[in-house]
Nanobody
Framework: VQLAESGGGSVEAGGTLRLSCEVSGWFDNSYTMGWFRQAPGKEREGVAG???????VYADSVKGRFTISKDNTKMTLYLQMNSLNSEDTAMYYC??????????????????????WGQGTQVTVSS
């Protein structure tokens, strides 16, 4: 299983970015996928999740600004990020695992439930 993120970059506060995560080699029709981020000196935290049924969850800090979606035919995960601010600066990772409650993505230590990860893409927001 391989995951490859893209779409990160540097933007000014208020700007937008769209992250993509291409998944290859996945073997199960039931799954949960998530976007996580990790800022320097901080623990990895869940940002948004989606399961194979299309149910979604968001961290409170990104609700109303970020939208997670997926293309089943391409097995690609997306994260549309609007109204970015400096607190969104982090390395963003996508992850996939066999079906889990999607709420687990944004739970404390939720990252521990995922075994397959991409290498990450950097998002830097300047104020």
């Amino acid at each position: 299983v391989q995951l490859a993120e893209s779409g990160g970059g540097s933007v000014e506060a208020g700007g937008t970015l769209r992250l993509s995560c291409e998944v290859s080699g996945w073997f199960d029709n039931s799954y949960t996928m998530g976007w996580f981020r990790q800022a320097p000196g901080k623990e990895r935290e869940g940002v948004a999740g989606i399961d194979s049924n299309g149910m979604t969850v968001y961290a409170d800090s990104v609700k109303g600004r970020f939208t997670i979606s997926k293309d089943n035919t391409k097995m690609t995960l997306y994260l549309q990020m609007n109204s970015l601010n400096s607190e969104d600066t982090a390395m963003y990772y996508c992850a996939i695992e066999g079906f889990r409650p999607v709420s687990m993505v944004v739970a404390v230590n939720g990252a521990n439930a995922f075994g397959y990860w991409g290498q990450g893409t950097q998002v830097t927001v300047s104020s």
